[in-house]
């Protein structure tokens, strides 16, 4: 196991979109929900323990030892985690994404198959576990790549829209660690009990309304 490739997978500067995404934070700040750091870290606090929890006992769960989890199984109990289309196609469209960097970046027969499965690209928390698994890391490492970038890719969104201070940002980053540890225990946790169905469902409504809304705006920064 290269605990360095797990650096790479969770970098921000990995060619796997999220840069393009800010996870809900465009909406939070048309809204005024989010306006300076307090209400970031208030912001990022609520996603880590929804939809974060959920997307990192998905990817804790693809990136079993020995294939535990069947990715297409995965794939639809994502699909049942996920009630906004708006979201499910984002979704996919990372998948799609990380799919393509990490076929380049660990190249192995289980990314393969469920490229050539799911052309359109697998749930994106999916696709990173199996990514992880070929890089070598395990379940823990996983749910703490899907938890991280649940919190730091709308705090880097938050940085362009509001012109917020990148230290500040940063700071909430920081302060919000012991709960992203927390997160990740809890998600590889479940994985390891070899049921999909026991895996987290926590859900964020709020962040289902907003995303539908701002799937129709005509003008955004973010694609989502």
Not at 36 to 64: I, K, N, V
Not at 107 to 133: F, I, M, N, S, Y
Not at 192 to 198: K, M, N, Q, W
Request: glycine share 8%; net charge neutral.
């Amino acid at each position: 196991m290269s605990r360095a490739a797990l650096l790479v997978l969770a970098d921000g500067r990995f060619p796997a979109g999220g840069h393009a995404h800010s996870g809900g934070a465009e909406a939070a700040v048309k809204a005024g929900r989010i306006a300076d750091a307090p209400s970031l870290a208030a912001f990022c606090r609520g996603r880590l323990h929804t939809a974060g929890l959920t997307a990192a006992g998905l990817a804790a769960a693809a990136a079993a030892p020995g294939g535990a989890f069947d990715p297409l199984v995965l794939d639809a109990e994502a699909d049942a985690r996920t009630p906004s289309p708006a979201l499910r196609r984002t979704a996919r469209k990372l998948g799609r994404q990380m799919m393509r960097a990490a076929r380049a970046a660990w190249p192995g027969p289980e990314l393969d198959a469920l490229a050539a499965a799911r052309p359109k690209g697998a749930h994106q928390p999916v696709v990173l576990g199996l990514a992880a698994r070929s890089a070598g890391l395990g379940p823990l490492d996983a749910a703490y790549a899907a938890a991280y970038e649940n919190v730091s890719g709308p705090a880097t969104a938050a940085v362009r829209l509001l012109s917020l201070d990148p230290f500040d940002a940063t700071a909430v980053l920081a302060r919000l660690a012991p709960e992203v540890d927390a997160v990740a225990r809890e998600a590889a946790d479940a994985a390891a009990t070899g049921d999909p169905e026991a895996l987290p469902a926590a859900s964020g409504p709020l962040l289902d309304i907003t995303a539908e809304a701002h799937a129709t705006w005509p003008v955004r920064l973010f694609a989502s």
